[in-house]
Nanobody, 123 residues
């Protein structure tokens, strides 16, 4: 199973970006997709998660109200819509898939990871 994250780039503060994450490979089955990010010198942190079965979502407090995690019609693609971006959102963003149910915020509970895409927000 491979996860491919894309859509990062450079944007001014207040702008928007949409990241994509597509899964490929052998028959892919997961219950949860998540987005994490890692800023320079910091640990990787949870950003948002989506539960496939009912489209329920969960967000970190730092992005609540600004980020959403819409899904495509195909189960193997999710997005991270980022609005009102701030310089502190600058990080490498990773998508991840969790086989078991439950949107958990610790990275150790996720089974598959994408390669990361850089998001830079200028002030």
């Amino acid at each position: 199973v491979q996860l491919q994250a894309s859509g990062g780039g450079l944007v001014q503060a207040g702008g928007s970006l949409r990241l994509s994450c597509a899964a490929s490979g052998r028959t892919f089955s997961s219950n949860v997709m998540g987005w994490f990010r890692q800023a320079p010198g910091k640990e990787r942190e949870f950003v948002a998660g989506l539960r496939w079965i009912d489209d329920s979502t969960y967000y970190a407090d730092s992005v609540k109200g600004r980020f959403t995690i819409p899904r495509a019609n195909a189960k193997n693609t999710v997005y991270l819509q980022m609005n009102s971006l701030k310089p502190e959102d600058t990080a490498v963003y990773y998508c991840a898939a969790r086989y078991l149910d439950g949107i958990l915020t610790s990275e150790r509970f996720y089974d598959y990871w994408g390669q990361g895409t850089q998001v830079t927000v200028s002030s």
